[in-house]
């Protein structure tokens, strides 16, 4: 049981540059989501979904695009990289019937030059 | 506006003391909370939780206490181990049904002293 993964786990790209952040869980759980953390922001939530094939957006989701298209997949895509783009990205989920015990996971770190 | 904030960065504890760990919040919708823990290259780890129709919840070391009034929730570790020693985030939500929006506050560094 891997839990929940991130691929990649390190990345640099170049202003402009596109990329796409894959979160999976083998967990069977229903709801993902995407946050972003920065220095002395703590974790704001980008977008997150309640079930496949459903998306909705969060606190910070200027930039990003995501897709659910398999229950166990979320992907968080940037079209064209900024610098204020630089952070680390963790995904989470969690199961419906332990709604607030969120699986989080390693976190990808993002650097925009 | 962050909603949630944690205004101590780091809090520093003898092993085997109490440590105490703020968090204050500006939404009066919020009626779920929850802390979390964070290794260092790690993603953050569910700790406990409390409804706002409680005031207490322990779970066996750990205790969270929620004043609604104040706004105010506090983690009590007792006693404080070396290997608490990480970043704690409080965390809130307007809807205890799920698949709603988490606010987090920025995190207090913890370190038990040997």
């Known amino acids: 049981n891997a839990g929940v993964t991130q691929t990649p786990k390190f990345r640099v790209l170049k202003t402009g540059q596109s990329m796409t952040l894959l979160c999976a869980q083998d967990?069977?759980?229903?709801?993902m989501y995407w946050y972003r953390q920065d220095p002395g922001m703590g974790l704001r939530l980008i977008h997150y979904?309640?079930?496949?094939?459903?998306?909705a957006k969060g606190e910070v989701p200027d930039g990003y695009n995501v897709s659910r298209l398999k229950k166990q997949n979320f992907l968080l895509g940037l079209e064209s990289a900024a610098p204020s783009q630089t952070s680390v990205y963790f995904c989470a989920s969690t199961p419906v019937g332990q709604w607030y015990e969120q699986y989080f996971g390693p976190g990808t770190r993002l650097t925009v030059t | 506006d962050q909603q949630v904030k944690q205004n101590s960065p780091s809090l520093s504890v003898q092993e085997g003391r109490i440590s105490i760990l703020n968090c204050d919040y500006t939404?009066?919708?919020?009626?779920?909370f929850l802390w979390y823990k964070k290794y260092p290259a790690e993603g953050p780890t569910f700790l406990i939780s409390?409804?706002?129709?409680?005031d207490k919840n322990e779970d066996g070391r750990f205790t969270v206490f929620l004043n609604k009034s104040a706004k105010h929730l506090s983690l009590h570790i007792v006693p404080s181990q070396p290997g608490d020693s990480a970043v704690y985030f409080c965390a809130a939500s307007e809807a205890e049904y799920g698949g709603n929006q988490f606010y987090f506050g920025t995190g207090t560094s913890l370190t038990v002293i040997p």
């Open positions: 967990m069977n759980h229903e709801y």
């Open positions: 939404n009066s919708m919020f009626d779920y």
């Open positions: 979904s309640v079930g496949e094939g459903t998306t």
């Open positions: 409390i409804s706002s129709i409680k």
